[in-house]
């Protein structure tokens, strides 16, 4: 059983991949065969909410590329580049900004 | 802001909180705290909620509502946060039930047992969102009968609702709490239920996405608002 911190860290740590997550983490959740697929919805919600957040700060970008591709890119930044702030509409200015 | 304030002054409110993190193992953010007490100095709601849940890593955050596992050590973490948001808040707070989709294979304790010695350790409330139980009752085969009965009614501050949609699995279905879809039949007979047992408790409907006509928002709360005036002349209270 993993301490607290090293559960939560390797949990949140974990959210950012689409890699199969390692064998120490997937031994602490309750599996009835469906645990990958469990953990999976929460990479989702993170990907998905955090996409739709840049989604709504850049609307000219998603209205250019289109949906599709705007999805896309949005997954590979939300993963490449995380939230850094707690407040969602301060997410990722700075670092598009940068991007650009 | 400015629309709040006009609102405020005719209507009380209630402020509910998702960023402070109150499970993780990590420290409080106190920037944070003090921004969240700017909003309750200036808007005086009249109920502060939050989750029990937690949403951050050392560097970076997810901005979700992440599921905790139900451990001593977890509920004094849980407790030791309530207690410091409620100093620096300098009131009392509302835990929220949460949504999950997994279970730690290492909790020792129920989630309503964990929210309910939660709430009695740190003097907090509870806020039940009747559509969080059945979700989370669903996705992991628990006794709804048996979570609710749990909740001491003194405890409850303030109810919420929402709709929910269901995703197959290989094995089965799994309910995810959308806030985007109507709430469903079976957790407003929950809502009844749990309204004749604990009295007329103050109702949110939680819709975020996918907000349908306005009429279709009235009727659900028209639904909510028989239900509590039914409560209310059963428990003669003034409506």
Redesign the interface.
């Known amino acids: 059983m993993k301490s607290l911190s090293n559960l939560q860290q390797a949990f949140c740590d974990l959210l950012r991949t689409s890699d199969p997550p390692p064998r120490d983490l997937m031994d602490e959740l309750l599996d009835d065969g469906t645990a990958l697929e469990r953990f999976n919805v929460y990479r989702n919600n993170f990907i998905v909410l955090n996409g739709d957040a840049l989604a709504d700060m850049y609307p000219t970008v998603k209205r250019l590329i289109g949906d599709e591709a705007f999805r896309s890119l949005a997954n590979l930044y939300v993963r490449k580049h995380p939230p850094a702030t707690r407040t969602l509409l301060r997410s990722s200015g700075s670092r598009i900004y940068r991007v650009k | 802001m400015g629309y709040l304030e006009r609102i405020r002054r005719d209507y009380p409110i209630s402020l509910h909180s998702v960023?402070t993190s109150l499970g993780?193992?990590?420290p409080l953010?106190r920037d944070?705290l003090g921004a969240l007490k700017g909003l309750v100095d200036r808007f005086e709601p009249g109920i502060v909620s939050e989750h029990l849940s937690?949403s951050?890593?050392?560097?970076?955050?997810?901005?979700?509502l992440?599921?905790l596992?139900y451990?001593e050590?977890?509920l004094n973490?849980v407790v030791e946060h309530v207690d410091q948001v409620q100093e620096a808040l300098q009131r009392k707070i509302l835990i929220e039930n949460p949504s999950t989709?997994?279970?730690?294979?290492?909790?020792e304790m129920t989630e309503q047992a964990f929210l309910v010695e939660a709430a009695r350790r740190s003097g907090a409330g509870l806020l039940l969102d009747i559509n969080n139980v059945y979700v989370s009752c669903c996705n992991h085969d628990w006794d709804i009968e048996a979570y609710l009965s749990a909740i001491p009614a003194n405890l409850v501050g303030e109810i919420h609702l929402a709709g929910h949609t269901v995703?197959a699995?290989?094995?089965?279905t799994?309910r995810?709490d959308d806030h985007g879809s109507a709430v469903c039949d079976e957790v407003w007979k929950l809502y009844k239920n749990c309204i004749e047992t604990l009295g007329p408790v103050p109702t949110l409907i939680e819709r975020d996405s996918n907000i349908p006509e306005f009429a279709e928002l009235l009727g659900e709360s028209i639904i909510a608002d028989q239900v509590l005036t039914a409560a209310c002349s059963k428990y003669e209270v003034a409506v």
């Open positions: 960023g993780s193992h990590l953010d944070h937690w951050h890593g050392r560097e970076w955050y997810t901005h979700d992440l599921p596992r451990t050590d977890a973490k989709y997994l279970q730690f294979r290492d909790s995703q699995m290989s094995r089965g799994l995810l």
